[in-house]
């Protein structure tokens, strides 16, 4: 059985490393989608690749803003030098020397100077990489766990809202043979004070119809249906978000089926109440991965 994960949380942490200093700090919210934001200091920006992929393996919905903070120790830097390019400035220069009245040698540090020539990449390396990213999955394994608590607490209270259907559908059933009856009453005393004739077999017929019109008992079933396939979603969890959306759809559905068949007021009621707590779920199940 997995954690049900909401898509809300918060992680930051702090890592001294033989490099410097790491920060990570890692926050989401809902989102239909995953939508990664990567933030990263002056010199990192090579680095934005190895977090964005980071964060895409470890979670699967959600807005999520990831920033990256680095105090080294001391500077880490690896010079590349272009050895075309620094050819070609050095054989330029020897042909300047050939025609000097007073030749000499190529000053290398001029030749290093050349824009272009010796090309700095701030903090590179693989063991930076590695000691970047074990310390942002040490992160994300903060969040997930925020992420589950906070999933938690979204499933009780979805659990305590279908206790609270499971109750209006049982007030529904109990009601449903007297709904009926009175339903079936009401239609023979119209016809009785209308004065009007009417064939025995005909009008029970019409009270068969009536009846099945405003039996709402295939509603309440399906709908008990929803609670126990919800339920069973609840407890497998993972990511479900989307499985659990369509559920309330589900539910929204035969919600409005038996608004629609009520003739008591009673059952109007009960059928609002049932509306009000499936939207009062689909809102909890907004911030569920």
């Known amino acids: 059985m997995a954690a049900i994960l909401s898509m809300t949380g918060y992680a930051c942490s702090n890592t001294d490393s033989r490099f410097g200093r790491i920060g990570w700090t890692v926050k989401s919210v809902n989102h239909r989608f995953l939508d990664v934001t990567v933030s990263m200091p002056p010199g990192m920006e090579s680095f934005w690749h190895l977090a964005d992929e980071t964060v895409r393996s470890a979670l699967s919905r959600g807005k999520v803003e990831c920033s990256l903070s680095f105090v080294p120790r001391e500077e880490i830097s690896v010079i590349e030098i272009n050895r075309e390019l620094a050819a070609e400035v050095v054989r330029k220069a020897d042909e300047i020397v050939s025609m000097s009245a007073h030749p000499g040698t190529v000053d290398p540090m001029q030749v290093l100077s050349w824009p272009g020539v010796a090309i700095k990449h701030s903090y590179s390396g693989t063991e930076l990489e590695k000691a970047l990213r074990d310390s942002l999955r040490e992160t994300l394994s903060e969040l997930i766990a925020f992420r589950a608590r906070e999933g938690e607490k ?103 089926t038996l608004a629609s068949k009520s003739v008591n007021v009673d059952v109007t009621d009960s059928a609002v109440e049932i509306k009000v707590l499936i939207e009062q779920m689909r809102e909890q199940i907004q911030n569920i991965e």
Not at 213 to 234: K, M
Request: glycine content about 6%; overall charge neutral; cysteine-free.
């Open 154 to 256: 979204i499933k009780n209270i979805l659990t305590g809202k279908m206790r609270d259907i499971s109750a209006e559908i049982q007030k529904v059933r109990q009601q449903l043979p007297r709904i009926v009856a009175w339903e079936k009453n009401r239609m023979k005393d119209a016809v009785l004070s209308a004065g009007v004739e009417i064939d025995k077999s005909r009008l029970e017929q019409e009270l068969i119809l009536t009846a099945q019109r405003i039996d709402v008992a295939e509603e309440l079933d399906r709908l008990t249906a929803h609670i126990s396939e919800t339920g069973d979603i609840l407890e497998k969890g993972g990511v479900v978000g989307r499985r659990l959306d369509f559920m309330m759809q589900e539910f929204n559905r035969e919600s409005n």
